[in-house]
Nanobody, 120 residues
Framework: QVQLVESGGGLVQPGGSLRLSCAAS????????MDWYRQAPGKQRELVAV??????NYADSVKGRFTISRDNAKNTVYLQMSSLIPEDTAVYYC???????????????WGQGTQVTVSS
């Protein structure tokens, strides 16, 4: 089994910055992808940024403001968020696709989420 734990959320003023972390632990052989999603009140969960197979990609709404990065030695993915706006307010979730053995078996799942609130 694999666990994902997010941290780093909080209250920030417009124009400010936050860095989110998501650490994976448990039965990990290798990590294929680690991504960030968010869900605002009354809205569907949306993809924010992806990291996997040597590539990254971003939702248009966060391009140029958010940066996803990974520390493979720590099985951790980060989301550096800058120039935050009130529309970025949401619960941010980590999602991962993990290989759990040398034979290609995989696990996919979500963290518990961390609240980000952008408000003056």
């Amino acid at each position: 089994q694999v666990q994902l734990v997010e941290s780093g959320g909080g209250l920030v003023q417009p124009g400010g910055s936050l860095r989110l972390s998501c650490a994976a632990s448990g039965r990990i052989f290798s990590i294929n992808t680690m991504d960030w999603y968010r869900q605002a009140p009354g809205k569907q969960r949306e993809l924010v940024a992806v990291s996997g197979y040597g590539r990254t990609n971003y939702a248009d709404s966060v391009k140029g403001r958010f940066t996803i990065s990974r520390d493979n030695a720590k099985n951790t993915v980060y989301l550096q968020m800058s120039s935050l706006i009130p529309e970025d307010t949401a619960v941010y979730y980590c999602n991962a696709d993990v290989q759990i053995d040398p034979y290609g078996s995989t696990w996919g799942g979500w963290g518990q989420g961390t609240q980000v609130t952008v408000s003056s």
